[in-house]
């Protein structure tokens, strides 16, 4: 059940990271609120998962969620490249996250 902060955690930094992308295009109140919200609700989720879970696990299944989803996102969404050496390294990410969930 925790780990579900852990995956919200990662959620709400892949929607910091959409709000920093669109705060970068154009700087507006509310795509700073975003991009500061998503940030900010992703550290705290990931507080509270650190009082149940093993730092370690938490931590890296955060950082290889959130950066896959972020990549896949700037993929679909934002027209980034989409060479097989990407999408390899993606595989990889989720790969590795998959493997450290799976043996906490």
Known sequence: MMWLLVFAAAAAE????????????????PRL???????????ILLYW???FLPV??????W??????????INM?????GRNPGRVAGLALIVIGVVGV???S
Do not use: P
């Open 14 to 29: 892949i929607a910091g990271v959409i709000g920093l992308k669109k705060f970068s295009q154009r700087k507006t109140l």
């Open 33 to 43: 609120m975003g991009f500061c919200g998503g940030f900010a609700a992703s550290f």
């Open 101 to 103: 969930k799976w043996f």
């Open 63 to 72: 950082i290889g969620a959130g950066t896959a989803g972020a990549v896949l």
């Open 76 to 80: 679909l969404v934002f027209g980034e």
């Open 56 to 61: 370690s696990a938490a931590y890296a299944v």
């Open 49 to 51: 998962a650190f009082q």
